[in-house]
């Protein structure tokens, strides 16, 4: 739950505003394609985001939510952070279905993803290990994003793949930004430890998204101008 939590009103906007807007122009190609690519991108950098800041403060989460007892579950909330960002990512890409009546695709692809799953389930009965489990749920995340972006591309030729070098940039940034929050270490006063590990996350990622140009003024005017129609 606490993994999910961050990504939450994400896809709240997602599944409402942001489709109820893109349904309305997909009649539009060279419009919707343009819009479409844009809220992908916003979406991604805010899921990147709260998915790096969730890595890497689990441990202070869990000390302050749940106790020195359960330290040994940060490892999974680790995880779990990563495999929200890819599911994240499954989900912009399926929306792309729904708006254009295609639904079957996200059964099927559904289908596909479960079946991959089921091997990492069967192998951690087989050893007994919880930590196989979740790396065979990361591992099923990832590759679930990657095949439903495959195929929406393969379906709907006019978007193109410009977003894919978008996420990858965000990706870069996202674990350049980690690094870089990983030598801010201040054991003796944790107060200022946290304040310099934040501080380092937003100045680091977001001079990364200005610099590559993922992220500007104009892009929030899209979501404003789809909550108006």
């Not at 990504?7 to 343009?34: E, M």
């Not at 916003?42 to 998915?51: A, D, E, H, K």
């Not at 099923?140 to 439903?148: G, K, M």
Request: aromatic share 14%; hydrophobic share 55%; net charge positive.
């Amino acid at each position: 739950k606490l993994s999910e939590t961050p990504f939450t009103l994400i896809n709240a906007v997602n599944a409402g505003v942001i489709y109820s807007g893109l349904s309305k122009i997909q009649d539009d190609k060279d419009r919707f394609t343009k819009v479409y690519l844009n809220i992908i991108r916003i979406l991604t950098v805010l899921t990147g985001f709260l998915s790096m800041l969730l890595f890497v403060f689990a441990r202070d989460i869990i000390l302050i939510l749940l106790g020195e007892k359960w330290i040994d579950s940060v490892f999974f909330l680790q995880i779990l952070s990563v495999i929200g960002f890819f599911n994240m990512q499954e989900m912009l890409v399926r929306s792309l279905f729904k708006i254009f009546n295609q639904t079957t695709y996200i059964l099927k692809l559904e289908m596909l993803k479960k079946i991959i799953h089921s091997f990492s389930i069967i192998a951690a009965l087989w050893f007994l290990r919880l930590d196989v489990l979740i790396y065979g749920f990361l591992f099923t995340s990832i590759a679930a994003a990657i095949i439903n972006y495959h195929v929406s591309r393969r379906v709907y030729t006019f978007i193109g793949y410009s977003d894919l070098i978008d996420f990858l940039k965000i990706l870069i940034i996202i674990i350049v930004t980690v690094l870089l929050m990983q030598l801010v270490n201040s054991n003796d006063y944790i107060q200022i430890n946290l304040i310099l590990k934040v501080a380092t996350a937003v100045f680091s990622y977001f001079s990364g998204l200005i610099c590559w140009r993922l992220f500007n003024k104009e892009d929030l005017k899209i979501i404003t101008a789809l909550k108006k129609m």
